[in-house]
């Protein structure tokens, strides 16, 4: 996409081998050095979130919802 710049960073189904505290870290390093503007989550439990917003400010969230 060869992209400097993103408005809004929302992984789906974030890696469930990788601590969410960590995939903030992460996210609020692109957000300081300017190449994301905001971060979220879709699809994302209030069990994961909770840790998530322990680390930073999420943007925007979509709740975790399956139809079964």
Avoid: C, W
Wanted: glycine share 4%; charged share 20%.
């Amino acid at each position: 996409m060869r992209l400097e710049h993103v408005d809004l960073f929302y992984p789906h189904q974030p890696d469930q081998d990788v601590p969410v505290e960590n995939l903030m870290q992460t996210l609020l390093a692109f957000k300081a050095e300017g190449k994301i503007d905001s971060m979220g989550f879709s699809d994302i439990s209030p069990a994961t979130l909770r840790p998530a917003t322990a680390v930073g400010t999420v943007d925007t969230r979509n709740q975790a919802y399956h139809a079964t």
